[in-house]
């Protein structure tokens, strides 16, 4: 089970910090991915991270989103600072299977994650 908390009403300029907290054991295992949604639109990559932390974000967020992981408390989290209006959406999180690796070309790839969490609403306010 994968449970995203954190969404909410900000400014534009503001700053959100999502979390994920992930149940069951072995979370270092997995690989683990956030991904958004905006009203009418497909759901999008927004950044990643690996089994061994290695860290991957979809280019409108580089340099303003930061995806980060906490092994011992099953947590992995998204910093959002500078947001902007075309952030609003909603936040998904998600894993892969258990044990797999991610590149550049699969972090990207929705079909890459097997789990996913029930979303968390994020809305910029101009």
């Known amino acids: 089970q994968l449970q995203a908390s954190g969404g909410g009403l900000v400014q534009d300029g503001g700053s959100l910090r999502l979390s994920c907290a992930v149940s069951?054991?072995?979370?270092?295992?997995?690989?683990m991915g956030w991904f958004r949604q905006a009203p009418g639109r497909e759901r999008v990559f927004v950044a990643a991270?690996?089994?061994?932390?290695?860290?991957f974000y979809e280019d409108s967020v580089k340099g303003r989103f930061t995806v980060s992981r906490d092994n011992a408390k099953s947590t992995v989290y998204l910093q959002m600072n500078s947001l902007k209006p075309e952030d609003t959406a909603v936040y998904y999180c998600?894993?892969?299977?258990?044990?797999?690796?991610?590149?550049?070309?699969?972090?990207?790839?929705?079909?890459?994650?097997?789990?996913w969490g029930q979303g968390t609403l994020v809305t910029v306010s101009s």
């Open positions: 998600a894993r892969t299977r258990f044990n797999i690796g991610i590149s550049e070309i699969t972090a990207y790839n929705m079909g890459t994650y097997y789990d």
């Open positions: 991270v690996s089994i061994l932390g290695r860290t």
């Open positions: 069951g054991s072995l979370f270092s295992k997995y690989a």
